[in-house]
């Protein structure tokens, strides 16, 4: 799309969008070496803490995995409450849909009955598992925890509008950087919370045990939740262990557990104890190597079993990922109106499936103006983002193209919306997207924001972590009036009451 940039704070070059004017007059009030000293102060606090992530491939000294810090900016990101209420409300339209569709694919199948979704797009889908078949999982709900990536660019008129880039429904992460990226902005900077009806998001721990204990057996007065982790080694190890100790619950790993009389429990130095929800944060390949990888030591011998007897819960549930796969996210607005009879409320990017000839055709010959990915890709790897590439980069690309055209989806390359960004030159645009989190039990809910992500490169499209992106603090305000912000003065006496230590 050729059209300009849409910003989040600046209407125009002179004028200020109604939602960001007290914070932007805060702002320029601000010195610049206090600035630079908050931003030093949140990387000591967030690497003291070990606010940290694995980069597969990148190698320290000593030769293990590279931790990084997730870079945070100290701009947030804010969304007027009418705003956030419409996307709330097409979130949980969304999930409810894609919910809908796992179950029907795992029983019914009325979807592929109607012609909507061919069958190949499922059962030849790697994340199909033929062994879910007929299961009847707690609430006929299979993704308790969904990500859903949401990005905003200019529409024909010039207004931002609000795009699903992709769901995420396996084993979403993120959601802890979210908490502790408003816990340090409440720390940093107390007086704008003071002053401003910002919606929390620190219940988000209370919100999910209470999903995910809603999925517990029947007649079970007390269950017991594990969040299952892969380990130290995974990329997101520090989300695992913080979100298991803000819930109460026991941190596991595989090894951990074991299998008897069709019921799992966990080792504890005070004996066996039987664990009823398992919150797992490991593939579908890993979870049981009696039915999967046989020689995986991540999860259970014998967990499928348990499950599909029903005498244990595993939140998100095994074969979600046939629907957060990108060859199935073009049908979501036909499922949505399929299952629930609505009209999507948000809108989906205009994808071209390069399995289809014209497609393929399209895309072939538009390379350049494109962002092509694979279709089961994540973390920013495995695409193309064609006005970044170079000639060669995208000969490569169409060579891969051409040998497994089922492979990938095509797309538009998008104007990401901008917000203003400290980087080592001072405060600059930068493309961002945000990823809400909807927790789906008795009721689908969610915590007002989301984790904002930022590409720091600048004119970088790409808001990975794992590609050198970083995040933001995201403001939900909770009316939609202008936001009053304290003075300069105000600000600094009341940051400078603040303690240093974590």
Request: net charge negative.
């Amino acid at each position: 799309m050729s059209r300009p940039m849409f910003d989040e704070m600046n209407a125009s070059t002179e004028s200020v969008r109604k939602h960001y004017q007290g914070y932007q007059r805060w702002l320029a009030q601000q010195p610049a070496d206090v600035m630079q000293a908050r931003r030093a102060e949140a990387e000591m606090i967030f690497r003291r803490v070990g606010i940290t992530f694995a980069v597969y491939g990148d190698k320290d000294e000593d030769g293990s995995g590279a931790e990084r810090l997730i870079p945070f900016d100290l701009i947030p990101r804010i969304i007027p409450a009418h705003e956030w209420a419409s996307m709330e409300k097409g979130l949980v339209q969304r999930v409810t849909a894609l919910n809908r569709f796992i179950h029907d694919v795992y029983h019914e199948q009325e979807i592929i009955k109607a012609g909507i979704i061919p069958s190949e797009q499922i059962f030849q889908n790697a994340q199909f598992r033929p062994e879910m078949i007929g299961v009847k999982v707690p609430g006929n709900i299979y993704s308790h925890i969904s990500g859903i990536d949401i990005v905003r660019a200019p529409n024909a008129q010039g207004e931002g509008e609000y795009y699903v880039l992709e769901d995420n429904l396996r084993v979403p992460s993120g959601v802890s950087y979210m908490l502790e990226d408003r816990k340090m902005m409440m720390r940093l900077f107390p007086e704008l919370f003071s002053q401003n009806r910002v919606a929390p998001v620190e219940h988000y721990p209370d919100l999910l045990l209470e999903t995910l204990r809603a999925m517990a057996p029947p007649a079970t007065a007390e269950p017991t939740v594990v969040v299952l982790t892969p380990g130290m080694h995974n990329s997101a190890y520090f989300e695992h262990a913080f979100l298991a100790q803000q819930m109460g619950v026991e941190l596991v790993e595989g090894l951990d557990l074991f299998v008897k009389d069709n019921f799992v429990y966990m080792r504890t130095t005070r004996g066996p104890r039987r664990v009823d929800v398992i919150y797992r944060r490991v593939d579908d390949d890993f979870l049981d190597p009696l039915a999967f990888r046989p020689n995986s030591t991540l999860g259970c011998a014998g967990l499928l079993n348990v499950y599909r007897s029903g005498n244990v819960a595993i939140c998100n549930a095994i074969g979600t990922g046939v629907a957060d796969d990108k060859s199935i996210y073009p049908y979501v607005p036909k499922m949505i109106e399929f299952y629930l009879g609505e009209k999507p409320i948000l809108k989906n990017v205009p994808t071209y499936m390069c399995r289809n000839p014209d497609d393929l055709k399209y895309t072939l010959a538009n390379l350049k103006d494109l962002v092509v990915k694979e279709v089961h890709g994540a973390g920013g790897y495995g695409m193309l983002v064609g006005p970044a590439s170079t000639k060669a980069e995208i000969e490569d690309f169409r060579a891969a193209l051409l040998a497994n055209p089922s492979g990938y989806i095509a797309q538009p390359t998008l104007s990401l919306s901008t917000c203003p960004t400290y980087v080592e030159s001072g405060v600059a645009p930068r493309h961002i997207d945000l990823r809400p989190f909807v927790l789906s039990g008795k009721d689908v809910q969610m915590v007002p924001g989301g984790l904002t992500r930022v590409a720091l490169k600048d004119g970088s499209l790409v808001v990975n972590s794992s590609q050198g992106g970083g995040t933001k603090d995201t403001w939900i305000l909770e009316s939609d009036s202008a936001p009053s912000i304290p003075s300069a003065t105000q600000s600094q006496s009341q940051s400078q009451s603040v303690a240093v230590g974590v």
